[in-house]
């Protein structure tokens, strides 16, 4: 596995990243301790060093488990988690992006890992009740203790990203080091606003569902599927999506390759600061997914499947993809070397 820079920091994180959100059984599903350290041991053994878990995962097991695990060499691993979800039901303080809450969940969190420090420390969910004032203050103060290295912001709106950068830049605070969000073949419209911006302020792209919960694995193409674990992802099984998912299946079967592999495959290769988050409930399952490690798509390829799975026009991405159009209002004409709009 290659190691990469995460984004424009100087900390050196495998080229994937190993999700935990499947640590534990608490919620009726997932891996038991055994189960977790197979599949942590394969992502280790594949040169994997970065680790993605959260508070509220699996009721806070995924940290004790992931803690456990991470305990015998902790300074080699790239220990990443979040905060924001509830904790405690009816606690009106317990929940949201607010400082109380923030300084309350990483001391929480640094002794379910075990550990005096956290790499990488998100906002889980913006929660539109926190001023982005208050959270990058508090952020900055965690960095400033030592208690966390870097910071980011997952499943957060691009204008609020690019805000709290800019007034922290402004203030001399630590800003946002990446963003974390959902990206697949099924799921694109993160490249409307989000990929753009990060790929203009240089931040590291975590990409959660980069399967889209197993649709691209190609199980649910198949005539024999289970209507119960169907009905649990019935929102992504749609017509235009059971067609894309063919199109994966096609290009694996050309490639000699799995549709698992094809579909993380592509995602990786959309921008060098993006790195998928893999997860699993076995460990064969890791193994497979790990693969696509070993090889590249071709253009070709990586065309039929962007093709296949372009997201609808929006505004106001639909004037500015027409770029010849747009080219020439702008520039009259003028030729210059190197622009591109990056859009759609």
């Not at 305990?71 to 606690?91: E, G, I, M, P, Q």
């Not at 007034?167 to 630590?174: P, V």
């Not at 694996?252 to 959309?270: C, L, M």
């Amino acid at each position: 596995m290659k190691i990469k820079l995460l984004g424009k920091t100087g900390l050196r994180v495998s080229e994937v990243c190993l999700g935990t959100m499947t640590f534990g059984e608490d919620w009726g599903w997932g891996a038991a301790h055994d189960e977790s350290k197979k599949i942590f041991d394969i992502f280790v053994n594949k040169g994997g060093n970065f680790v993605d878990t959260a508070n509220n995962y699996t009721n806070g097991t995924a940290e004790k488990i992931t803690g456990d695990l991470i305990k015998a060499d902790r300074d080699f691993f790239v220990l990443s988690t979040k905060y924001t979800l509830s904790k405690r039901k009816n606690d009106p303080n317990a929940w949201g992006n607010h400082k109380k809450n923030m300084i309350r969940s990483v001391e929480a969190s640094l002794k379910n890992l075990g550990t005096d420090y956290i790499d990488l420390y998100w906002v889980h969910i913006w929660d539109f009740t926190t001023p982005a004032e208050e959270i990058m203050q508090a952020f900055d103060q965690l960095v400033s203790s030592g208690k966390v290295l870097h910071i980011g912001a997952s499943d957060t709106p691009a204008w609020l990203v690019s805000y709290s950068n800019a007034y922290s830049q402004l203030m001399g605070w630590h800003k946002l080091d990446a963003i974390q969000v959902e990206y697949s073949l099924l799921q694109r419209t993160t490249e409307y606003e989000l990929i753009p911006m990060a790929n203009t302020l240089k931040l590291g792209i975590l990409a959660w569902a980069p399967l889209a919960g197993g649709v691209l694995t190609g199980k649910y193409n198949k005539p024999e599927v289970d209507s119960k674990r169907a009905s649990n992802i019935q929102g992504r099984l749609t017509e235009k999506n059971m067609k894309i998912t063919e199109e994966v299946i096609k290009i694996a079967e050309e490639i000699g390759k799995t549709p698992a592999q094809v579909a993380v495959n592509w995602v990786k290769q959309q921008s060098e600061l993006i790195i998928p988050i893999l997860g699993a409930r076995k460990s064969e399952q890791i193994e497979e997914v790990l693969e696509a490690n070993d090889f590249v798509l071709d253009d070709n390829h990586i065309q039929r499947l962007s093709d296949a799975s372009r997201p609808p026009n929006v505004t106001p991405n639909n004037m500015l993809k027409n770029t010849p159009m747009v080219e020439n209002l702008i520039a009259g004409g003028v030729k210059l070397e190197g622009w591109k709009i990056p859009y759609l």
